[in-house]
């Protein structure tokens, strides 16, 4: 693959949770104007959308993609549209379609215009057969058709990579908390809506069991991995680059309202578990990020008390 055609980027489902914090930074990173937004959905009043350039584009539309990487210089796309897993067990087929669809068209428009892209994985590769403390390398038999989606976007990624020498990397994001936007349609979403039903309502029904054990990650740590993943020289990289396990927090859905509760008078919570708890279970306690350390030098700064402080702050306006 020649040189990548420009220094600008490009965000796809820039509008989600995870776009919202990360247009942010790269802008921060790059400068307003060389990070265009964009999503299936038009929203003005969003961040992403009027603090820079937006447009609006649908991730299944490669001759779009592919016009706006030459139109506008693109050497980097960061492709985070996607349907998540509880949405995505409703709608299977839109899921595999978008998922998977959504990242072939990154991948061809990266085969074509000479593209980096960052395609994030997720612990939904892992399967019920997987060890409890996920390491990097084991058989991945998801139950979840969005864990397929994600086994074949790593699969995908790698093709590309041998075949036409495309520079894709990804990480297998844990469930990620933040404030700044809503949770899109998960299974580690109750450990966003907590927060916001604890500052609200002072009760919160969780749709998981208090032992329900999960890997997660605070929106700020998540950022920072992902923008030090995509400045490691790629030669440091190895077979893991399509979807790295990373270092993050572990804690039980009572171990996260136990420290609300700490900080917010009175909070309660009820466990009232419906069909996400299948998809939780089905998911590892914890993974193994020690490829990561070694090979780009991962490590999260955000530990469950420092997480909850942040929260509570960001949804406070603090
Ligand atoms: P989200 O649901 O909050 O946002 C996804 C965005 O994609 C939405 O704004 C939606 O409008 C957009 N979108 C949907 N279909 C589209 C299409 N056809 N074309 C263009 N845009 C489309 O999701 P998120 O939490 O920001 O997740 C981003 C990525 O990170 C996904 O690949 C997801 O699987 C992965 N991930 C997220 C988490 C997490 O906890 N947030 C954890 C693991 C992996
Ligand atoms: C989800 O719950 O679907 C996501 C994920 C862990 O991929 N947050």
Same mark, same amino acid.
């Given at each position: 693959?020649?040189?990548?055609?420009?220094?600008?980027?490009?965000?796809?489902?820039?509008?989600?949770?995870?776009?919202?914090?990360?247009?942010?930074?790269?802008?921060?990173?790059?400068?307003?104007?060389?990070?265009?937004?964009?999503?299936?959905?038009?929203?003005?009043?969003?961040?992403?959308?009027?603090?820079?350039?937006?447009?609006?584009?649908?991730?299944?539309?490669?001759?779009?993609?592919?016009?706006?990487?030459?139109?506008?210089?693109?050497?980097?796309?960061?492709?985070?549209?996607?349907?998540?897993?509880?949405?995505?067990?409703?709608?299977? &087929? +839109?899921?595999?379609?978008?998922?998977? #669809?959504? /990242?072939?068209?990154?991948? *061809? $428009?990266?085969?074509?215009?000479?593209? !980096?892209?960052?395609?994030?994985?997720?612990?939904?590769?892992?399967?019920?057969?997987?060890?409890?403390?996920?390491?990097?390398?084991? &058989? +991945?038999?998801?139950?979840?058709?969005? #864990?397929? /989606?994600?086994?074949?976007? *790593? $699969?995908?990624?790698?093709?590309?990579? !041998?075949?036409?020498?495309?520079?894709?990397?990804?990480?297998?994001?844990?469930?990620?908390?933040?404030?700044?936007?809503?949770?899109?349609?998960?299974?580690?979403?109750?450990?966003?809506?907590?927060?916001?039903?604890?500052?609200?309502?002072?009760?919160?029904?969780?749709?998981?069991?208090?032992?329900?054990?999960?890997?997660?990650?605070?929106?700020?740590?998540?950022?920072?991995?992902?923008?030090?993943?995509?400045?490691?020289?790629?030669?440091?990289?190895?077979?893991?680059?399509?979807?790295?396990?990373?270092?993050?927090?572990?804690?039980?859905?009572?171990?996260?309202?136990?420290?609300?509760?700490?900080?917010?008078?009175?909070?309660?919570?009820?466990?009232?578990?419906?069909?996400?708890?299948?998809?939780?279970?089905?998911?590892?306690?914890?993974?193994?990020?020690?490829?990561?350390?070694?090979?780009?030098?991962?490590?999260?700064?955000?530990?469950?008390?420092?997480?909850?402080?942040?929260?509570?702050?960001?949804?406070?306006?603090?």
């Amino acid at each position: 693959m020649s040189d990548p055609l420009g220094d600008s980027v490009l965000v796809t489902g820039a509008l989600g949770q995870i776009g919202t914090d990360l247009v942010d930074a790269l802008r921060e990173k790059h400068g307003k104007s060389s990070v265009i937004a964009s999503d299936i959905r038009d929203d003005q009043g969003h961040p992403s959308a009027n603090e820079g350039p937006f447009v609006v584009l649908d991730v299944l539309d490669t001759d779009s993609i592919t016009k706006i990487c030459k139109d506008e210089g693109i050497g980097t796309v960061y492709h985070l549209a996607a349907l998540l897993s509880a949405t995505g067990e409703k709608n299977p &087929d +839109l899921c595999r379609k978008v998922n998977v #669809g959504g /990242t072939v068209s990154i991948l *061809e $428009a990266a085969k074509q215009c000479s593209l !980096r892209v960052y395609s994030p994985s997720s612990i939904a590769v892992f399967g019920p057969d997987s060890p409890k403390h996920a390491p990097q390398v084991t &058989d +991945l038999n998801p139950t979840t058709v969005y #864990g397929e /989606t994600k086994v074949t976007g *790593e $699969a995908l990624a790698l093709e590309y990579r !041998r075949n036409y020498g495309v520079d894709a990397r990804g990480i297998r994001y844990p469930g990620l908390v933040s404030y700044k936007a809503p949770a899109g349609g998960g299974t580690t979403d109750y450990a966003v809506d907590i927060f916001h039903s604890a500052i609200n309502d002072g009760h919160y029904d969780c749709f998981v069991r208090s032992d329900t054990r999960l890997p997660m990650l605070y929106m700020e740590d998540a950022i920072r991995a992902t923008i030090s993943l995509m400045d490691a020289p790629s030669d440091t990289l190895g077979k893991s680059r399509a979807g790295y396990n990373i270092d993050c927090l572990s804690f039980s859905a009572k171990e996260l309202a136990d420290s609300i509760s700490k900080r917010v008078n009175n909070f309660t919570c009820d466990y009232v578990p419906d069909v996400r708890q299948e998809y939780a279970d089905s998911w590892p306690d914890s993974i193994d990020g020690s490829i990561a350390k070694m090979e780009w030098g991962w490590s999260p700064e955000f530990g469950l008390e420092e997480m909850v402080d942040a929260m509570l702050d960001g949804l406070s306006g603090n």
